[in-house]
Every structure is written in structure tokens, then in C-alpha cells.
């Protein structure tokens, strides 16, 4: 009999824990001027008698769980620049909350009656924050302007990058962005500013992320309208430089009962002027060219998404996105040949037409259950996308004697380029959270194919002549299957840990028709992150992130023709291009909201890039792609935002940005090595309840880094914005005043030659906006895009 009564007792007490944990208490916290989740935010509880204390943080769609026992606890839900909830709980039964509505803190509030505004910039713990509605840069301007002018990130030469962590990749609403380079230059143009909510900055993404991108994320959030409202924006754009374009762009948003509807039409048409200049020291003389073009602005893009709840737990959405543009260039390529003695010894003028025709289409199917109300869901996106492109380059190259007399027609050709792109990807993601740790997992499967093609026609006779050895075909297919797995949890009330890995697994297959060649490229890789956060108290936060990213080829990168610039210029891709990986190490620490300070470390391997050279012997310049190098960058970032004055805010920022590179292959160069000096200052003057003048500025010494070496920048830009009533607004922006922040001294030296680059795009302008709004101007930001972006990132 002792023995079953201890037997029972010991039962009893194994089983004890869980009676007595049988309850939870459950919620969902948003932000009340966005309605958007916030993840991450702290949730502590303590016992009326501050006996125990128990806490989580809320997953990355704003749900929380907690399992206690039965009481009365005092319930704290924070996050940094918002307001504290505490509340009072009694626990019986398990208890649902509902949402929870934080507010901004009062730091970041105007002195307008039971009206919020944001900041222009935010820093939270994970990412930086670009509010672009609070920017008067970014009015009537397009995407590709609101990314100039956002904290840390560099646009440069058709690249995108957060300051000091190389090549980055854009996202469009969490998912990677399909194009590159000039594509995704010219789909970003198309897409008004009026349509972008904010930009997040995310030095070291989570996960659930694709892990492509060896510098991080630049994340484009888009906007949709609230529950119950309508709203529609207009705007009419001027840009004045040496030419001129005009754009006019109009967003709808509609949000009624279980249809939520958005969408967007813009177009643009005129031109701007681009001039560039070479200098080549080849061991016997030296050219000098000069580039005096137009390049064409035309185009037309739209896009749509629309959501419909079939019942309160399962929504299901259509979206398109669609662009079509005619960057074409009109211009004059004078190269002009000088001996060791500067003497001029023949001219060579290079005219020419560049007709270009690209259009893509991107459409996406998702659906949403939400399991319980608890904060398990599933999601599934299937996404289809295509991209085609026609390239024609029409030359002629006229050759004058040094003293300006015509020696003839020295070359003419028609090069003509296509390529055309198509993706097809679905996947599965799972929100699970649990009693100590919130997970998400999920898979992936993407499918690319790709077919281009080079014909180079001769036409110094007078007539077409197909060159055979300088036209090309050119087919390559991928396949990437992943799966991910990644959870967050409070291992005290102060620290935070969140954790994920990501299992990639690639095969390519590149065929070159003119040799017969064929390049297979399979690997499986493991991409981890860990992020920890501690907050000490309300003054100051810390977090240590690390985490690995692979940089996979763009598609014509990997493309092994040669697109001819004009007779003895080239450019050529290499389809044994391999991808690039980085190891990223970031520590930080926010004092008062205030003050952020930023150590990081990012290891490059294998990195890969394009390769100025020239041949001495035929004096011809050639653009090539290599995996040539290992590279340790490294930094300190100080940020501070000033909003003590009513009238007056400020953001700024101090970077020192440290490169060391070593080459792994030999090309007749050697590594430059040295250190960056950037500093940012955004500032926005209240002039009146209607009047703001913004002023924004930035500074890049001249640097050496890897392959190049970079000449200083500057830039001053001057906007003031008007609104003579609550709907009409008219914006005036003057970028670049001194003319001194395009790329400049751009120097490579390859076996021996050196090279000195120059571009100058326009840098000054002058752009006048009239904005238009009505309806109900409440804005949201919607949670959906494509499940293909990677992919379509690399379409360049």
C-alpha cells in the first residue's frame, strides 16, 4: 500500500507542472498609425506578489503566448520608440487578449492632438527605418530617388549598396527583388515615391530571408489602403537638367468589408544627359574619351494586389507587377589618341544609337490560414515571372587625322542583344509559436531558365554581314530548393535570443552553342544566424547579430558574349562565374533612442567583380567578370537624431569604413587597401504649419578599395515643400547644387595600363512636383509580394 501511495505521489508531482501551467495568456501587438505587427516586442509578467516573473517576445507577425499558472499578474508590453502598455491580468481559463495597440513614444510625436507622426528616420534594434512620406526629397520623385537619398546605402553605377557591406539586394515588400543593375534601376524608376510607405535597412536579415545578398538587405515597403477607406494620390512631376522628362503618377487604395484593392499607374517620358570619360595610359600613347549622351526615359509601369477574406481565418490575394521601358542613348563617343609627348595624333568619333526594349511581368497567388488565435498560420505563394529584353547598338566610327581632316569610316556594325528570363517558384511558410519559443519554418522551390543571344553584323561594305565569331547563343537553368527554420525566445527579462538556419541546395547548367559547351554547377550550403538583444534599461539597448549569405552571378554576368560598345570596346560575361559567400558580424548599442553605435565585420570569400582591362598590342578595352578575391571590410557607424526643437529635425551620421582585400587570382593587379570617411546630415525646417525646407547633404573621401580606387564626393541638396491646402501640395527639389557628388576618379590598373573612369548622370537637376490627394488618406502597409524576387534580383 506505501508503495502505490508513493507511486501516486510521485505521479502526481510529475504531472503537477503541467496542471499547474495549464493556462496561457495570448495577443497580438500592432503599431497604431501603421496597423502593422510589431515584432520582437518585450512581453514580462509578474505575479501581484512579485514572487515570479515570466516573459517572451512576440514573433515576427505581433503574436505572443505565455503559459502560466493561476493568478494575478501585472502584464508590460515594450519596444523601443514606443510607448509602454501595463495592464492588470487575472487568469482562471486561458485568456486572449485580443490586439494590442502601442503607440510611438512621445520623443517622436508632433504637438498635434491625438495625431502621431514618425520620424524621418528610425533605428530599431534589427534594421534602420527610412520614413519616405516624411522626406521632401522624395516627393514627386520615383523609386530609384528615394533610394539615393536613403540612410547607409550607396547607388552607384547601376549597384546597390549598404555603406561598407558590399553588394546588397533589394526586396520589395520581404521578398527579393527579381532584377539587377540597370533593370532594376529602370523598375524602381517606375514606381512612383507616392507608393512607397518606408525603406528598412537590414544589415544582417534573419533566415527566413533568401540568403542571397552578401551586404545585407534594402527592404521596399509599399502601401495599402486601411480597413473601411478609400483614398487616391496623383502627382505631376518636372525634371529639369540638360534635357528634361515629365512623369505623372496615380495610386488608389481601396479597403472595404473583405476586399482590400491597390493599385498604381505611371509614366514617364523625356530624357536626361550622361557623360562619361576615360583615361587609358597605354605604354606608348594615351587615349582620352569622352561619352556626350542622351539616355531615354520613356516608359510605363503598373501594378495591382488585391486580397479577399474568405472567412476570418483564410485570405486569399492576386498580385501583378508590370514595366515596360525604352531606355534608349543617343550619343557621341569621341576618342582622341596622344603620344608620350601629349601630342594629338588621330581622333576617332563614335556615333551611334542604343535602342533598348525591356519588359517583364511578375503575377503572385497567396493565401493565408491562420490556425488558431494564437498566431499559427500557414501561408503558400506560387509566383510566376518573365523578363525580356532587345539590345540593339548601331555604330559608326569616323577616324581625323591631328590636324581634324578625315581619314574615313574606320569601322560600322550593328550589334544586336536579347535575353529573355522566366521563373517559376512556390513556397510554404509555417508560424508556430510556442510556450518558450516562437518558431517559423518553411520551404522553397524555384525553377529559372534563361536563353540569349549575340549577332554582330558587319557593316563597314555597306551591308549587313553576319560575323559569326562575335555572335553567340546562350541557355542556362537553375534550380534552387531551400528550407529554413528559425525561433526567437526570452532567456531573461532582459535578453532576447533569436536564431535560424537556412539549408539551400543549387544546380545550374550553363550551354554555350557555339562551342558545344556545357558548365554544371551543383552545391548544398548551410546558412546560420544567431541574433542576441539585451536591454539594460531604458536608455540603453545592445544586440550582437552574426550571420552567412551566399552572392550568386547575375544572369548576364554569367552570359559569355561580348556586347559591343563600339569597335574596340567590349563587354563579356563568364559562365564559370562562381557565387560569392560573407560571414557577417555586427555589434550595436542605442542610447536613448538617440544615439547608435555600430561595430561590424563582413568576410567576403570568393568574391567576384568586373575587371577593367585593356590590350596594349590592339589598344582595345575590355569589361570582364572574374572570381578574383577574399575581402575584410570593416567599420564604425555613429547615427544621431536631434528632435528637442519643434521646428527643427535632424539625422546624422558618422562612418569610417575600413577595406582590405587579397586577390586569389592573378591578373596583373594588385589589391588597394584603405580606409572610407563618410558622413550624412538629413535636416527638415518647419518655415510654418504649411511651409518645410529640407536640407540633406553627404561627404565620401577618396578611398581605395580592392580592384579601384574612388575620388571624393560631396552633395548638397535643397527641397521645400508648400501644401496650400490639406490635399494639394507643391514640392521643389534642387539635388546636387555644387555638381561635385557624381562617380569621379575611378581608378584601376591592370598589367601595367591604367584606367580613370568618370560618370556623370544628371547629378544636378531640378525637379518641381504637384501633389494631389483625397479620400481617406489613412495609409497601411501590405505584407505581400513576390516569392520569386531572388531570381528576378538577378535578371540584370
Same mark, same amino acid.
Not at 503559459?67 to 495592464?87: C, P, Q, R
Not at 540597370?182 to 523598375?187: I, K, P, Q, V, Y
Not at 544586440?543 to 550568386?552: A, V
Given at each position: ?27 497580438? %501587438? ?111 520623385? =520615383? ?59 537590414? /544589415? ?63 509614366? /514617364? ?45 483564410? /485570405? ?32 576617332? %568619333? ?37 523578363? *525580356? ?12 587625322? *591631328? ?19 522566366? =521563373? ?69 527579462? &532582459? ?16 550551354? &554555350? ?15 546560420? /544566424? ?18 552567412? +549569405? ?6 548576364? *554576368?554569367? =552570359? ?5 560598345? *563600339? ?29 547608435? @553605435? ?89 518655415? @510654418? ?47 546636387? %547644387? ?29 525637379? %518641381? ?14 505584407? +505581400? ?12
Amino acid at each position: 500500500m506505501k508503495t502505490k501511495m508513493r507511486t501516486l505521489a510521485f505521479s502526481i508531482l510529475l504531472l503537477f507542472p503541467a496542471i499547474i501551467y495549464a493556462q496561457s495568456i495570448s495577443g497580438k %501587438v500592432m503599431d497604431v498609425t501603421e496597423n502593422s505587427a510589431i515584432p520582437f516586442a518585450n512581453v514580462i509578467l509578474t505575479r501581484e506578489d512579485n514572487q515570479s516573473t515570466t516573459g517572451t517576445t512576440t514573433d515576427e507577425n505581433g503574436f505572443f503566448i505565455v503559459k502560466v499558472i493561476s493568478g494575478t499578474y501585472n502584464l508590460t508590453i515594450s519596444f523601443i520608440g514606443y510607448k509602454s502598455i501595463a495592464k492588470t491580468v487575472s487568469v482562471e481559463e486561458d485568456v486572449n487578449l485580443g490586439t494590442i495597440i502601442l503607440q510611438e513614444s512621445a520623443q517622436s510625436l508632433n504637438e498635434i492632438v491625438l495625431k502621431s507622426e514618425k520620424r524621418l528616420i528610425e533605428r530599431k534594434i534589427d534594421r534602420l527605418v527610412f520614413n519616405v512620406d516624411k522626406s521632401i526629397a522624395s516627393t514627386g520623385g =520615383n523609386g530609384l530617388d528615394v533610394l539615393k537619398i536613403t540612410p547607409r546605402v550607396q547607388v552607384q553605377n547601376g549597384s546597390f549598396e549598404i555603406l561598407g557591406k558590399g553588394a546588397t539586394q533589394v526586396m520589395i515588400n520581404d521578398r527579393i527583388s527579381p532584377l539587377q543593375g540597370d533593370e532594376l534601376a529602370s523598375f524602381l524608376s517606375g514606381i512612383s515615391a507616392s507608393d512607397i510607405q518606408k525603406i528598412e535597412v537590414i /544589415t544582417n536579415p534573419p533566415a527566413k530571408y533568401e540568403a542571397t545578398g552578401n551586404g545585407g538587405l534594402i527592404n521596399i515597403i509599399l502601401k495599402k489602403g486601411v480597413q473601411d477607406s478609400w483614398r487616391n494620390s496623383t502627382i505631376l512631376s518636372y525634371n529639369q537638367n540638360q534635357y528634361s522628362f515629365a512623369s505623372i503618377s496615380n495610386n488608389f487604395f481601396y479597403n472595404k468589408d473583405k476586399i482590400s484593392f491597390s493599385g498604381s499607374l505611371n509614366a /514617364t517620358k523625356g530624357g536626361v544627359e550622361n557623360l562619361e570619360g576615360l583615361l587609358i595610359d597605354y605604354p606608348t600613347n594615351n587615349w582620352d574619351i569622352a561619352v556626350d549622351s542622351e539616355l531615354g526615359k520613356d516608359q510605363l509601369s503598373g501594378r495591382f494586389l488585391m486580397d479577399y477574406a474568405i472567412s476570418e481565418k483564410i /485570405t486569399m490575394g492576386l498580385q501583378y507587377l508590370g514595366n515596360t521601358s525604352k531606355p534608349n542613348i543617343t550619343g557621341t563617343t569621341t576618342s582622341s589618341i596622344f603620344d608620350n609627348d601629349n601630342n594629338l595624333e588621330r581622333t576617332l %568619333v563614335n556615333q551611334g544609337d542604343n535602342d533598348v526594349d525591356n519588359n517583364n511581368h511578375s503575377l503572385n497567388f497567396h493565401a493565408i490560414t491562420q490556425l488558431d488565435t494564437l498566431g499559427k498560420s500557414i501561408s503558400f505563394d506560387a509566383d510566376y515571372f518573365i523578363f *525580356n529584353s532587345e539590345n540593339s547598338r548601331d555604330f559608326i566610327t569616323e577616324q581625323f587625322n *591631328n590636324s581634324g581632316t578625315s581619314q574615313g569610316i574606320n569601322s560600322a556594325a550593328l550589334n544586336i542583344a536579347n535575353q529573355e528570363i522566366e =521563373n517559376f517558384s512556390s513556397k510554404i511558410d509555417v508560424e508556430f509559436p510556442g510556450k518558450k519559443i516562437n518558431l517559423s519554418y518553411g520551404i522553397k522551390a524555384s525553377f529559372t531558365r534563361t536563353k540569349s543571344d549575340a549577332l554582330y553584323y558587319d557593316k563597314l561594305s555597306g551591308y549587313e554581314i553576319l560575323d559569326p565569331q562575335r555572335s553567340n547563343e546562350f541557355d542556362y537553368q537553375e534550380d534552387v530548393l531551400a528550407g529554413y527554420i528559425s525561433g526567437n525566445a526570452t532567456l531573461s527579462r &532582459n535578453l532576447n535570443v533569436q536564431f535560424g538556419l537556412r539549408l539551400e541546395d543549387t544546380r545550374t547548367k550553363g550551354i &554555350n552553342a557555339e562551342v558545344s559547351e556545357e558548365t554544371v554547377n551543383k552545391y548544398l550550403k548551410l546558412f546560420p /544566424t544567431i541574433y542576441f538583444s539585451y536591454t539594460n534599461n531604458d536608455d540603453n539597448d545592445f544586440s550582437l547579430s552574426y550571420g552567412r +549569405r551566399i552572392n550568386r552571378p547575375n544572369f548576364r *554576368n554569367l =552570359n559569355p558574349f561580348r556586347f559591343y560598345i *563600339n569597335a574596340s570596346s567590349y563587354s563579356v560575361g563568364n559562365p564559370f562565374l562562381q557565387p560569392s559567400f560573407s560571414d557577417n558580424l555586427e555589434f550595436n548599442h542605442l542610447y536613448k533612442r538617440k544615439l547608435n @553605435s555600430s561595430i561590424f565585420l563582413s568576410i567576403i570569400t570568393d568574391g567576384s567583380g568586373t575587371v577593367f582591362t585593356s590590350d596594349a598590342e590592339n589598344q582595345t578595352q575590355i569589361i570582364t567578370r572574374e572570381n578574383y578575391f577574399k575581402q575584410y571590410n570593416y567599420g564604425i557607424t555613429e547615427s544621431y537624431s536631434f528632435n528637442n526643437i519643434k521646428w527643427f529635425k535632424s539625422d546624422n551620421s558618422i562612418n569610417l569604413l575600413g577595406y582590405y582585400t587579397k586577390f586569389t587570382k592573378s591578373f596583373g593587379a594588385e589589391p588597394k587597401n584603405g580606409v572610407q570617411f563618410y558622413l550624412t546630415s538629413n535636416n527638415t525646417f518647419s518655415l @510654418s504649419d504649411k511651409t518645410r525646407l529640407q536640407l540633406n547633404s553627404y561627404y565620401s573621401s577618396q578611398h581605395n578599395r580592392g580592384l579601384f580606387s574612388v575620388g571624393e564626393m560631396f552633395d548638397l541638396s535643397l527641397g521645400l515643400q508648400h501644401s496650400f491646402s490639406g490635399s494639394l501640395q507643391l514640392s521643389i527639389l534642387l539635388s546636387d %547644387v555644387f555638381n561635385t557628388a557624381s562617380l569621379n576618379n575611378y581608378v584601376s590598373t591592370v598589367n601595367g595600363i591604367e584606367q580613370i573612369y568618370r560618370q556623370n548622370e544628371s547629378s544636378r537637376n531640378l525637379r %518641381v512636383s504637384l501633389s494631389y490627394d483625397f479620400g481617406n488618406k489613412k495609409v497601411n502597409v501590405k505584407n +505581400r509580394n513576390f516569392g520569386n524576387d531572388e531570381e528576378q534580383k538577378r535578371s540584370n
